[in-house]
């Protein structure tokens, strides 16, 4: 057992304390008294200095052969068992406090992990911002504006807040491409990181691929004011538990659901002159041509995504409302998301999606990111042109058990759960992926020593 030692002094100091109390209550027995609680004390100097094995005492037998020894004669005095039991109730019940305590504890702090960007990347982002400002004449785009209104080309979206992720999103696309200049990617971000963005992109080049980087916030603000969620929100992510009805006794499966925010129903309303993009997240890696993406016939279909059929509308029906929908239909994933902007507008998505989020009791900035669930499925109702599986793999955020063979035949990888590839908690093993697209001789990388 790993870190046995450790485990049995832990067990002996619970004996010790429960008998304890009995013992100092008995006549005669000062000198037993004063040797438990020596040895209890002992017992907790000991463990609050070593957590595991390799930490303890080289004198640790002897303790444990003086513990055992003064427990041996407790349990010899008489005592009333009721009140040793009541005790290691006590302990018992303190045991179990403490150990929810720091579960919760562990639990906080892991999505407070998750969550929050390294220091490290934000004095990256926080350099390359002060130098734009420094550079005046970086100031006007290097890309005529027509060129990102043609429609000819291939468009992508990327909504991102993080520069090193958006890059590596473009360069695994480029490089895999046949065609990489007719590629044109368009990033929406925040006000916070626009500066940073573009100062990151004019300084690079991917391949001659014309890079777009707009402020979502001041394009909402300025160009669609009926909007009024000028926020920028990425893609929402959800831990779904599914219990099975036919099955109770059946565990419980816990899936991940990547789906758009709100920002994403905008699409169509900033880029009026384009039919067709290919939405990608910032945490998906490109491995091959993905020029198919734009010869699929998807009919009177609006939202090319890979179904997962994991969970179905009908079984989460009580995140879903009152409308109506398909029990049987398969939710989808973000990802790799081929739109259709002609049907998107025709089919009035926006509109449906913004009387949609008129039944949402809006709460606080959460309930609103939650409700991106409901929204996103509903809004797509028999509007999902379903992609092959086999194109986007995901799950590397969460998932250890993927085979490295299938992720290296797949299209593009999708690092959807809290394990991003740019923290340090992200899955080792599919580090690998993603740190080839990643630019690395950088100045300013190295002075924020930023090491993903």
Same mark, same amino acid.
């Given at each position: 057992m790993k /870190?046995?030692?450790?485990?049995?002094l832990?067990?002996?100091? #619970?004996v010790?304390?429960?008998?304890?109390?009995s013992?100092?209550?008995?006549?005669?027995? !000062?000198a037993?008294?004063?040797?438990?609680?020596?040895?209890?004390? @002992?017992?907790e100097?000991?463990?609050?200095a070593?957590?595991?094995?390799?930490?303890?005492?080289? #004198?640790?037998?002897?303790?444990?052969?003086?513990?055992?020894?003064?427990? %041996?004669?407790?349990?010899?005095?008489?005592?009333?068992?009721h009140?040793?039991?009541?005790?290691?109730?006590?302990?018992?019940?303190?045991?179990?406090?403490?150990?929810?305590?720091?579960?919760k504890?562990?639990?906080?702090?892991y999505? +407070?992990?998750s969550?929050t960007?390294?220091k490290?990347?934000?004095?990256?982002? *926080?350099?390359?911002? +002060?130098?734009?400002?420094?550079?005046p004449?970086l100031?006007? /785009?290097?890309?005529?504006?027509?060129?990102f209104?043609?429609?000819?080309?291939?468009?992508?979206?990327?909504?991102?807040k993080?520069? +090193?992720?958006?890059?590596?999103?473009?360069?695994?696309?480029?490089i895999?491409?046949?065609?990489?200049a007719?590629?044109?990617?368009?990033?929406?971000?925040?006000?916070?990181?626009?500066?940073?963005?573009?100062?990151?992109?004019?300084?690079?080049?991917y391949?001659?691929?014309?890079?777009?980087? &707009?402020?979502?916030? !001041?394009?909402?603000?300025?160009?669609?004011?009926?909007?009024?969620?000028?926020?920028?929100?990425?893609? !929402?992510?959800?831990?779904?538990?599914?219990?099975?009805?036919?099955?109770?006794?059946?565990?419980?499966?816990?899936?991940?659901?990547s789906?758009?925010?709100h920002?994403?129903?905008?699409?169509?309303?900033?880029?009026?002159d384009?039919?067709?993009? &290919?939405? +990608?997240?910032?945490?998906?890696?490109?491995?091959?041509?993905?020029?198919?993406l734009w010869?699929l016939?998807?009919?009177?279909?609006v939202?090319? %995504?890979?179904?997962?059929?994991g &969970?179905r509308? $009908?079984?989460?029906?009580?995140?879903?409302?009152?409308?109506?929908?398909?029990?049987?239909?398969?939710?989808?994933?973000?990802?790799?998301?081929?739109?259709?902007l002609?049907?998107?507008?025709?089919?009035? &998505?926006? !509109?449906?999606?913004?009387?949609?989020?008129?039944?949402v009791?809006?709460k606080?900035e959460?309930?609103?990111?939650?409700?991106?669930?409901?929204?996103s499925?509903?809004?797509?109702?028999?509007?999902?042109?379903?992609?092959?599986?086999?194109?986007?793999?995901?799950?590397?955020?969460? /998932?250890? $058990?993927? @085979?490295?063979?299938?992720?290296?035949?797949?299209?593009?990888?999708?690092?959807?759960?809290? *394990?991003?590839?740019?923290?340090?908690l $992200?899955?080792? /093993?599919?580090?690998?992926?993603?740190?080839?697209?990643?630019?690395?001789?950088?100045?300013?990388?190295?002075?924020c020593n930023?090491?993903?």
């Amino acid at each position: 057992m790993k /870190d046995s030692v450790v485990k049995r002094l832990k067990d002996q100091l #619970f004996v010790a304390r429960s008998y304890y109390p009995s013992i100092a209550k008995l006549q005669g027995q !000062e000198a037993l008294t004063h040797e438990m609680k020596q040895n209890i004390q @002992d017992h907790e100097r000991v463990l609050s200095a070593s957590a595991v094995d390799a930490d303890l005492p080289s #004198f640790i037998n002897k303790k444990i052969e003086q513990m055992e020894h003064t427990i %041996a004669k407790a349990k010899s005095c008489t005592v009333e068992c009721h009140n040793v039991v009541r005790k290691l109730r006590q302990i018992l019940d303190m045991t179990d406090d403490e150990a929810h305590f720091h579960m919760k504890q562990s639990a906080f702090l892991y999505n +407070l992990g998750s969550q929050t960007l390294p220091k490290t990347h934000h004095c990256f982002s *926080m350099r390359l911002t +002060l130098e734009y400002f420094k550079s005046p004449s970086l100031d006007s /785009d290097v890309y005529p504006a027509r060129k990102f209104n043609t429609p000819n080309h291939r468009h992508y979206v990327i909504l991102s807040k993080n520069v +090193l992720a958006a890059s590596v999103v473009i360069n695994s696309t480029v490089i895999n491409s046949k065609e990489p200049a007719n590629n044109v990617f368009h990033i929406l971000t925040d006000a916070q990181n626009f500066y940073g963005m573009k100062y990151w992109f004019a300084r690079n080049s991917y391949k001659k691929a014309p890079i777009h980087v &707009v402020n979502y916030e !001041e394009m909402v603000l300025e160009k669609l004011p009926k909007f009024s969620m000028r926020e920028l929100y990425l893609s !929402e992510e959800f831990r779904v538990l599914i219990r099975s009805t036919e099955r109770p006794t059946e565990q419980t499966r816990i899936e991940y659901l990547s789906l758009f925010s709100h920002s994403h129903f905008f699409i169509p309303e900033i880029f009026k002159d384009l039919k067709k993009v &290919v939405v +990608l997240d910032d945490d998906v890696v490109v491995q091959r041509d993905l020029s198919f993406l734009w010869k699929l016939d998807m009919g009177d279909k609006v939202n090319g %995504a890979v179904e997962f059929c994991g &969970v179905r509308l $009908g079984q989460v029906r009580n995140l879903l409302g009152k409308t109506k929908y398909d029990p049987k239909s398969c939710a989808w994933m973000s990802g790799v998301n081929v739109i259709n902007l002609d049907k998107w507008r025709k089919h009035k &998505v926006t !509109e449906n999606y913004l009387l949609l989020l008129k039944q949402v009791k809006k709460k606080d900035e959460v309930s609103l990111r939650e409700a991106a669930f409901s929204l996103s499925l509903l809004s797509f109702q028999n509007l999902v042109y379903p992609l092959d599986g086999r194109s986007t793999l995901s799950g590397l955020g969460y /998932d250890y $058990g993927i @085979d490295p063979e299938v992720a290296q035949s797949s299209a593009a990888l999708h690092y959807n759960g809290n *394990m991003k590839p740019w923290l340090e908690l $992200g899955i080792l /093993d599919y580090k690998i992926y993603w740190r080839r697209f990643l630019t690395r001789e950088d100045r300013f990388m190295d002075e924020c020593n930023v090491n993903p």
